[in-house]
């Protein structure tokens, strides 16, 4: 078990026993990630943040006990894939780009999600790849989830996620070919 694992439950379940800080500190700790997960869903800056409000409007509305088979951040996720797929269907795909470096860079400015030109290079690309391909290489490159974690919030066994995994990275990598970044670049 990781220390965010601990983390993220203990917060959550100060939350249930009364603690709104506890809330507050989930926010702070998921909150960008997750919007940043949204947007490869559904593609707009407001949407995502709207779907990030909807997961955690979830947490107080149900507040149900998280049971511990799987981590808390992994659970989360799944929530967060779940509303920003109903909204998907509800809304549409929609393509608005603006204010698109706010929800990416986050609070956090050069330490945020294009700290590195390597991290820039790689989002631009998966941008143009299938929603499926996105969502699972932002959890594996981007949040560094495992791909038993992956296979939880994605619902897949984890052949099912190696195999998506490997197709997802060789189409980015053609991709990136295409756009003139070799091995070295990356």
Known sequence: MT????????????????DASALE?????????????????????????????????ALIVRRKKFREEAKFRTYLYAVARNKAIDRWRRHGRQCSLTGLENVLVGENGEQGLFATERSRVLYTGMQQLPAQYQEVLYLSYFDGFSVSEIGRVLKKSAKQVYNLLSRARSALKQILIKEGYSHEDL
């Open 3 to 18: 220390r965010e694992y601990d983390r993220g439950a203990a917060l959550y379940a100060a939350f249930l026993e009364g």
């Open 25 to 57: 500190a989930l926010v702070q700790l998921y909150g960008d990630a997750l919007t940043r997960f949204a947007y490869c869903i559904v593609r707009d800056d407001a949407a995502a943040e709207d779907v990030t409000a909807d997961t955690f409007a």
